[in-house]
C-alpha cells in the first residue's frame, strides 16, 4: 500500500469495465475509481482478516469476500487465483462447518437432533448413566499422577521449532543484509502475496539493443527510466549483499502533479476523439532518443518542468539519428514552451536542467481516425453499444472457451485410445 494508491492513481479508469455499472447510476467514474476501488479496497484488506476471525462478523465477510473475489475474476486475466481463495474461504470457518450445512439442509429432525448430540460434549444422560460416570470421574481424581520426561527427541524438535521461528521473525528485517534488488520494490514485497505482479508503465523508456560484434542498433518501441543507459547491463557490477548503482530512482518530486496531469488529460481528450497524451519524466544530463510513429500527427514536445534541448531531424528516416544522413534542427525549450515534431522521424530530448525534467507528447492518431471513419461513421454510437453488450460478449467468449476444451480433450482422449491424433476435419468452400 502506498501514496498513489490511497490518493486514487494506481487504478485508473478501471470504473468502465461493466461490472461497475450499478455503482454509475449514483456516481461518476472518476467517483467509482476512487471511492469503490481505492479506498473501499483499502478498506478490505486492512479490515477483512479481522472480520474473519469472530464468528458473529465471518457470515458477512465470507459474502464480501466472495464478491470481491469474483469481481477480480472479471475484471483481471489472472487465472486460476480467485477462484483457489473461492475454494479456500472455508479455512477460516469452525472445523464443523460442514456438519452445519448438512444440518440447515437436512430434511430428517432426527438427523439434526443426532448431529446436535455429536457437536455438543453435553449429552442429556439417563440418571443410571450419570451416576456411574461420577464414580469414574471419582476414580479419576484419586489416581496417581504421571510426569512426562523430556527427552532428547522433544529437545531436538523444540530446538528446530524455535529456530524456524526465529528465522521466520528475522527474514523480514534482513535487508540490510540482502541489498541487491535491481527494480523499484524493496525486500518486504517479496513477502505479500499480491494478486497480480508489480508492473510499471513503461510507455517511453527507449530500449536499445546493441550488437557489439556488428555495432548494428536496434529499438524496441515500449515513462521514466528504470536503468541508467550509460551502464552496460552485461558487464555491470552487482551483489546480493550490495545496492544497485545503476538502478535509477523514482522520481517522486513529481507527485504533486497528479492533480494538474489529470486536469491536463480531461482538456487534451476534449480536443478530439482521438487526441492523446503521454508524459515524460527524465534526469538531467540524460537523452531521450525517439521514433515518432506515421500513424500519428498534429505533434507537440511541451516542457512542464525544468529545460530541455530537442534535436530533430528535418529529412525523414527510419534509422537511428546519429547513422541517418539528414540535417539536424535544435530547439532550446523551457517550462511551458512547446515545439512540433515531425513524423517518421528520430529525434532526441536533452534535459540540461540542473534538476529533473518533465514534458509532455500530444497527438493525434490519424490512422485510427480514418479506420473508424472506413468501419463506421458513428463510432461513438458504436463504442456505447458494445459496452451494454459487455456482459453478454463475455458470456458467449466463456461458452466458445468451454466448448473448445471440450473438444480437445475429447480429441485427446481419442488419440490416446486410438494412439492417432484426431483432428477436426473443416469443410473448405
Known amino acids: 500500500m502506498d501514496r498513489d494508491w490511497l490518493d486514487g492513481y494506481s487504478m485508473q479508469n478501471l470504473s468502465?469495465?461493466?461490472?461497475?455499472?450499478?455503482?454509475?447510476?449514483?456516481?461518476?467514474?472518476?467517483?467509482?475509481?476512487?471511492?469503490?476501488?481505492?479506498?473501499?479496497g483499502f478498506a478490505l484488506d486492512f479490515s477483512i482478516g479481522f472480520f474473519l476471525i469472530y464468528n458473529r462478523t465471518r457470515p458477512y465477510a465470507l459474502?464480501?469476500?466472495?464478491?470481491?473475489?469474483?469481481?477480480?475474476?472479471?475484471?483481471?486475466t489472472i487465472g486460476m487465483f480467485p477462484y483457489v481463495c473461492l475454494a479456500t474461504m472455508p479455512i477460516f470457518c469452525d472445523a464443523n462447518w460442514p456438519r452445519k450445512v448438512l444440518k440447515i439442509f437436512s430434511a430428517s429432525k432426527s438427523a439434526v437432533k443426532?448431529?446436535?448430540?455429536?457437536?455438543?460434549?453435553?449429552?442429556?444422560?439417563?440418571?443410571?448413566?450419570?451416576?456411574?460416570?461420577?464414580?469414574?470421574v471419582k476414580k479419576l481424581k484419586g489416581a496417581p499422577t504421571y510426569t512426562l520426561k523430556i527427552g532428547w527427541k522433544h529437545k531436538v524438535v523444540g530446538f528446530l521449532l524455535i529456530s524456524h521461528i526465529g528465522l521466520q521473525a528475522f527474514l523480514p528485517y534482513s535487508h540490510f543484509i540482502t541489498k541487491g534488488y535491481n527494480n523499484?520494490?524493496?525486500?518486504?514485497?517479496?513477502?505479500?502475496?499480491?494478486?497480480?505482479?508489480?508492473?510499471?508503465d513503461t510507455v517511453m523508456a527507449v530500449v536499445k539493443v546493441v550488437d557489439h560484434e556488428t555495432g548494428q542498433e536496434h529499438f524496441l518501441d515500449p515513462e521514466q527510466r528504470m536503468f541508467d543507459p550509460r551502464v552496460d547491463l552485461l558487464t555491470a557490477d552487482w551483489s546480493p549483499?550490495?545496492?544497485?548503482?545503476?538502478?535509477?530512482?523514482?522520481?517522486?518530486?513529481?507527485s504533486s502533479w497528479r492533480k494538474q496531469i489529470t486536469k491536463l488529460e480531461k482538456e487534451i481528450y476534449s480536443w478530439s476523439e482521438y487526441s492523446d497524451v503521454i508524459f515524460v519524466a527524465d534526469f538531467p544530463d540524460l537523452t531521450l532518443e525517439n521514433y515518432i510513429s506515421e500513424d500519428l500527427t498534429n505533434i507537440t514536445l511541451t516542457v512542464l518542468e525544468g529545460d530541455v534541448i530537442v534535436?530533430?531531424?528535418?529529412?525523414?528516416?527510419?534509422?537511428?539519428?546519429?547513422?541517418?544522413?539528414?540535417?539536424?534542427?535544435?530547439?532550446?525549450?523551457?517550462?511551458?514552451?512547446?515545439?512540433?515534431?515531425?513524423a517518421r522521424t528520430f529525434h532526441r530530448v536533452h534535459t540540461v536542467s540542473m534538476t529533473p525534467a518533465c514534458y509532455m507528447y500530444t497527438y493525434v492518431n490519424h490512422t485510427r481516425q480514418l479506420q473508424d471513419q472506413k468501419e463506421n461513421g458513428n463510432t461513438q454510437n458504436a463504442e456505447v453499444g458494445q459496452k451494454n453488450k459487455g456482459l453478454w460478449n463475455e458470456f458467449m467468449l466463456r461458452l466458445q472457451n468451454i466448448a473448445r476444451a471440450i473438444g480437445l480433450?475429447?480429441?485427446?482422449?481419442?488419440?490416446?485410445?486410438?494412439s492417432v491424433p484426431m483432428i477436426k476435419r473443416v469443410q473448405v468452400v
Open 114 to 136: 443426532d448431529n446436535d448430540q455429536d457437536k455438543k460434549c453435553t449429552t442429556s444422560l439417563l440418571p443410571a448413566e450419570a451416576n456411574r460416570a461420577k464414580q469414574k
Open 184 to 200: 523499484w520494490t524493496n525486500g518486504l514485497y517479496g513477502y505479500s502475496w499480491d494478486m497480480m505482479v508489480h508492473t510499471w
Open 16 to 40: 468502465n469495465h461493466w461490472i461497475f455499472d450499478p455503482f454509475k447510476v449514483l456516481l461518476t467514474s472518476e467517483q467509482v475509481d476512487f471511492w469503490i476501488i481505492h479506498l473501499n
Open 311 to 342: 534535436e530533430i531531424g528535418e529529412n525523414e528516416t527510419v534509422q537511428p539519428m546519429r547513422k541517418a544522413k539528414e540535417k539536424i534542427s535544435w530547439h532550446r525549450i523551457t517550462k511551458d514552451e512547446s515545439v512540433g515534431i515531425p
Open 63 to 76: 459474502c464480501v469476500l466472495c464478491l470481491f473475489h469474483i469481481t477480480n475474476s472479471r475484471l483481471f
Open 241 to 254: 549483499i550490495k545496492e544497485v548503482s545503476w538502478l535509477m530512482p523514482l522520481l517522486t518530486e513529481f
Open 409 to 418: 480433450v475429447s480429441n485427446a482422449i481419442l488419440n490416446v485410445l486410438y
